[in-house]
């Protein structure tokens, strides 16, 4: 059966206005889930730009109080990645695995983050609390660096061009901010997930990475 499968069943049952019923509202369903994460996206960056922690600029709203520069940035970058299915062989898949490889890495941040503050213990009172802390954090912590590893190397190197690009908004709100852009350890970071990127570009260009 053709997709939406459920269209051929009610056919099937009731006859061709089964099928066109379903239909409408896959289509109702799809432009309400696409509005959802288009206005959830514009949220994520406006707010952060209140915050101080993306430029000024996609803080600003139109005469309607919405934020024009979030949703104009927001919706050009879905549909670069609208446009970039047209070049994968499975274009579902694809997308499936490389967002799920640029979520588990903020998850292995975020661990390690919590493991660290239950290592130094500077905000417990009572020691079975940092220990409870201190065994979650480390099973999550490797838990997850265990997902990216099965993921493989492909989506990885592919998330990190990404983030590698929304590198270009943090160095412009650090300027704006005259502060100084990363200390020695942040360097060392930054410089990795740039060999990272330099190679994951290399990848695609040469045919080793593909879509």
């Not at 369903?29 to 952060?48: D, T």
């Not at 802390?133 to 190197?157: H, S």
């Amino acid at each position: 059966m053709r997709q939406p499968s459920m269209a051929s069943v009610l056919e099937s049952v009731v006859g061709p206005w089964g099928s066109v019923f379903v239909s409408v509202g896959l289509i109702v369903s799809v432009l309400g889930a696409y509005l959802a994460w288009s206005l959830i996206c514009v949220e994520v960056i406006f707010y952060a730009a209140m915050n101080g922690d993306m430029p000024r600029v996609l803080a600003r709203e139109n005469s309607n109080h919405v934020p024009a520069a979030a949703l104009w940035l927001t919706n050009g970058v879905i549909q670069l990645f609208l446009v970039s299915t047209l070049f994968s062989e499975d274009a579902f898949r694809l997308m499936v695995n490389l967002t799920s490889a640029m979520v588990l890495v903020p998850y292995l941040l975020v661990a390690a983050y919590g493991f660290l503050v239950a290592r130094r213990s500077v905000t417990y009172d009572r020691p079975e609390e940092r220990r409870r802390d201190l065994t979650f954090a480390g099973a999550a912590m490797v838990y997850t660096a265990l997902m990216i590893y099965a993921g493989g190397l492909k989506f990885l190197l592919l998330s990190i061009i990404l983030y590698a690009l929304g590198t270009v908004l943090f160095f412009h709100t650090r300027r704006e901010q005259k502060k100084p852009l990363f200390n020695s350890r942040e360097w060392l970071v930054f410089m990795a997930a740039m060999a990272g990127c330099f190679f994951g570009i290399y990848g695609l260009a040469t045919g080793y990475i593909t879509l």
